[in-house]
């Protein structure tokens, strides 16, 4: 009988390092915690694995000199553009220093009143105070300051003043702000653009407005440059800071790393356990409105349990509809029946309203992420249990 539901936690772990073998060290983590916690493994459990524990022991590092050759090899010098960088010390700063080193002239067109992710470029009561429309308006940092003094773009969790940071890193930087893409091509017609979600739109209408010379930031390092890391799907998306002159970017080949886990974990345990690489979990925080998602997705590998979307039924809609009249033991059993028989699809059906309409990858990664945190905890593997039970199982 069971007497809970979904449990997560987070695998403490050693501090593995490049060149490390990473499915052992992880399967002999998830057994000590199990032995030592008296717990057990069951069919259908899931392994979470965060990204920057795969990347980092594959080495999959890259340096500011091998990522502005790529650009150079792309762009060449002269005068260059990129367009809708997220506002981040962690995820851009270290990629604009390397940009910056190629051009004579780089323009950084920032969107506002905040970035792609949701983080503020200025103050958001002051902006709807100041009568711009986002839509339409656009601006060289002069005028931008004529309505927007350094005080009003001062980020309120970091402190940091984004226009004035990335201006630091090179003195070729010059900084304009647009929510057009297209705003840029006044400036250079060479662009980088840099947004995350959207950015096959961005470049379509960048390429179709004109522009000579246009990558993505997910076409730059898609192959290895004198030595470096690179990644072949996501280039340099996904990447962060490893050093001031060094990014870690996302990992690749995870399909076969997911693979292997799996395989070793059955191999040892008997058991047919789930294994997913994830990152940035697919949530905003209600109070500064920040969208953490700021990899280009959540789970770039994931074995094929973890594929599809939830079929799920709406307890509370047969409690207060078809089965109002019934209570206690009555309406348990009666649930349990429903839950026992549903179709194998539910789309379209009201029978399912309210239940989150995303992909299990998605949700169990965002999960995962939310368990692991992203400091100290020293928990970079995540064991998930009870997820694929209902109300009905036994």
């Given at each position: 009988?069971?007497?809970?539901?979904?449990?997560?936690?987070?695998?403490i772990?050693p501090i593995?390092k490049?060149?490390?073998?990473?499915?052992?060290?992880i399967?002999?983590?998830?057994?000590?915690?199990?032995?030592?916690?008296?717990?057990?493994?069951?069919?259908?459990?899931?392994?979470?694995?965060t990204?920057?524990?795969?990347?980092?022991t594959q080495?999959?590092y890259?340096?500011?000199e091998?990522i502005a050759?790529?650009?150079?090899?792309?762009f060449?010098g002269?005068?260059?553009g990129i367009?809708?960088?997220?506002?981040?010390?962690n995820r851009?700063?270290?990629?604009l220093r390397?940009?910056?080193?190629?051009?004579?002239k780089?323009y950084?067109q920032?969107?506002?009143p905040?970035?792609e992710v949701?983080?503020p470029?200025?103050?958001?009561?002051?902006?709807?105070?100041s009568g711009?429309n986002?839509?339409?308006?656009?601006f060289?940092e002069?005028?931008?300051?004529?309505?927007?003094d350094?005080?009003?773009?001062i980020?309120?969790?970091?402190?940091v003043?984004?226009i004035?940071?990335?201006k630091?890193?090179?003195?070729?930087?010059?900084?304009?702000?647009s929510?057009?893409p297209t705003y840029?091509?006044?400036?250079?017609?060479n662009?980088l653009?840099?947004?995350?979600h959207?950015?096959?739109?961005?470049?379509?209408?960048?390429k179709?407005?004109?522009?000579?010379?246009s990558y993505r930031?997910?076409e730059?390092l898609?192959?290895p440059v004198q030595?470096?890391?690179y990644?072949?799907c996501y280039?340099?998306l996904?990447s962060?800071?490893?050093t001031?002159?060094?990014?870690?970017?996302?990992p690749?080949?995870?399909?076969?790393?997911?693979?292997?886990l799996?395989?070793?974990?059955h191999a040892?345990?008997g058991?047919?356990?789930e294994?997913?690489i994830?990152?940035d979990?697919g949530?905003?925080?209600?109070v500064d409105g920040i969208?953490?998602?700021?990899?280009?997705?959540i789970?770039?590998?994931?074995?094929?349990g973890?594929?599809g979307?939830?079929?799920?039924?709406?307890?509370k809609?047969?409690?207060d509809?078809?089965f109002?009249?019934l209570?206690g033991?009555e309406?348990?059993?009666?649930?349990k029946?429903?839950?026992r028989?549903?179709?194998c699809?539910?789309?379209?059906?009201?029978?399912?309203?309210?239940?989150?309409?995303?992909?299990?990858a998605d949700l169990?990664?965002s999960?995962?992420d939310?368990?692991?945190?992203?400091?100290?905890?020293?928990t970079p593997?995540?064991l998930?249990?009870g997820?694929f039970?209902?109300?009905a199982?036994e």
């Amino acid at each position: 009988m069971r007497y809970s539901g979904v449990t997560a936690k987070g695998i403490i772990t050693p501090i593995f390092k490049c060149g490390d073998n990473l499915t052992d060290g992880i399967i002999e983590s998830i057994m000590t915690s199990v032995r030592n916690e008296g717990t057990s493994l069951s069919d259908g459990d899931i392994i979470g694995v965060t990204e920057a524990l795969v990347a980092r022991t594959q080495g999959n590092y890259a340096t500011c000199e091998q990522i502005a050759l790529d650009i150079r090899d792309k762009f060449g010098g002269g005068t260059m553009g990129i367009v809708f960088p997220i506002l981040s010390r962690n995820r851009f700063a270290v990629l604009l220093r390397a940009i910056s080193m190629v051009p004579e002239k780089l323009y950084v067109q920032l969107s506002y009143p905040t970035d792609e992710v949701g983080n503020p470029l200025v103050d958001r009561n002051l902006f709807d105070d100041s009568g711009v429309n986002p839509g339409c308006d656009s601006f060289t940092e002069e005028e931008f300051r004529a309505i927007f003094d350094k005080n009003s773009t001062i980020h309120r969790f970091t402190g940091v003043d984004y226009i004035e940071y990335y201006k630091s890193l090179n003195p070729n930087i010059e900084v304009i702000f647009s929510n057009d893409p297209t705003y840029i091509l006044k400036y250079t017609k060479n662009v980088l653009n840099c947004d995350i979600h959207t950015r096959f739109r961005t470049q379509k209408l960048i390429k179709k407005a004109g522009a000579e010379k246009s990558y993505r930031l997910d076409e730059i390092l898609t192959s290895p440059v004198q030595g470096s890391g690179y990644n072949p799907c996501y280039g340099l998306l996904g990447s962060n800071k490893a050093t001031e002159y060094k990014v870690k970017l996302f990992p690749r080949d995870a399909q076969a790393f997911v693979d292997e886990l799996a395989s070793k974990l059955h191999a040892r345990t008997g058991k047919k356990i789930e294994v997913l690489i994830y990152g940035d979990g697919g949530f905003k925080d209600p109070v500064d409105g920040i969208w953490e998602l700021a990899d280009p997705v959540i789970s770039p590998a994931y074995t094929s349990g973890l594929d599809g979307t939830p079929n799920e039924l709406k307890i509370k809609y047969f409690a207060d509809n078809e089965f109002a009249s019934l209570s206690g033991e009555e309406l348990a059993i009666a649930m349990k029946e429903q839950i026992r028989k549903k179709d194998c699809s539910l789309v379209g059906s009201m029978q399912s309203q309210g239940t989150t309409p995303r992909r299990i990858a998605d949700l169990v990664g965002s999960l995962c992420d939310l368990v692991s945190g992203s400091g100290d905890r020293g928990t970079p593997v995540v064991l998930i249990q009870g997820y694929f039970s209902n109300y009905a199982s036994e």
